[in-house]
């Protein structure tokens, strides 16, 4: 586990030690920015930090009892909530459980802290009983929020945070950062390319095998475009890979073709426009479905892009694709 915060999150973390360390740290934190940058483990570094009864040079010393009992997942006066699968919401029973932690005196005498990760993921009754907690904090609380989307959390949480937005390194920064922490160096490219620059997501598409299937679904979808395989022989292969990194293959796939030259011709755009919302709604099925019949599934789905690309407009714009 993390103790240090990532080199591109230093400025944040030296400002919030000085705080720290003049006891002005606020009650309520939002540390907000796009997922993959390590607001999570800046979150959960900062509790080890606070919890921590030695630190050293602002970082939790990682030796003393508090720290142990907090690598070991056990330490009486943390307490991480998210869902209990990611895309998943945040209940109110659990949040009548963080509430009732809030409230609880510091068994080991000195912080307590909460990280709440994402924030947006806490539903409409969540929210609302999350936010007496934050107009009632005890003493000695911090209560550290974690948002991708700070926009989709109730103004009247936001209000009552501190926002801190979270930096994204520089591309030199990212390589060299990734280059120290795969031993997959030669696929670096890609996997930026697809993770956007955010280095904790590129790492992850490194380090799972993930960029082996993310190229197989590329192929699958060429092979489907130039005629080369049916839908149901790619549906085939689809059923394969993991379906919520798959669905936003897609939608990266049709956001490319929307930057593209040829998707200035409106007809065509609105075609992309619309795949795409059928896209959201997959995803949401898959959400919100156990065992979804994916062969099925990735068929229809197939069948209906194939009849976007073979429409006689676009076929100019699939060239321009890179
Ligand atoms: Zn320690």
Known sequence: MNTNPYPWQLDSWNTLNNQIELTRMPHALMLTGPSGIGKRDFALAL???????????????GECRQCLLFAAGSHPDFMLLEPEQEGKVIKIDDIRALSEFAIKTASQGGWRVMVLCPAEAMNVNASNAFLKTLEEP?????????????GAVLPTIRSR???LPMAQPGEELTRQWLSDNTSHGADIPM???????????????????????LRRFETGLRDLEEGALSALEVAKIFQELPPRD??????????????????????????????????I??????????????????????MDWKSVVDWPHQKTGLAHRG
């Open 47 to 61: 509790a080890r930090r606070l919890l921590c009864h030695s630190p050293r040079e602002g970082a939790a010393c």
């Open 138 to 150: 005890g003493r000695q609380v911090l209560l550290i929020l974690v948002s991708h989307q700070p």
């Open 161 to 163: 945070c501190r926002i």
């Open 191 to 213: 996997a930026l390319s697809q993770a956007g620059g955010r280095p904790l997501l590129a790492l992850r598409l490194l380090e799972t095998g993930l960029l082996d299937q």
């Open 246 to 279: 798959l669905i936003d293959w897609f939608m990266n796939h049709v956001y490319g073709l929307l930057r593209s030259p040829q998707s200035l011709d409106s007809a065509w755009s609105r075609r992309l426009f619309r795949f795409n919302d059928r896209l």
């Open 281 to 302: 709604q997959v995803k949401q099925r898959l959400l919100s479905t156990t065992n979804p019949n994916l062969q099925l599934l990735w068929e229809e789905v197939l």
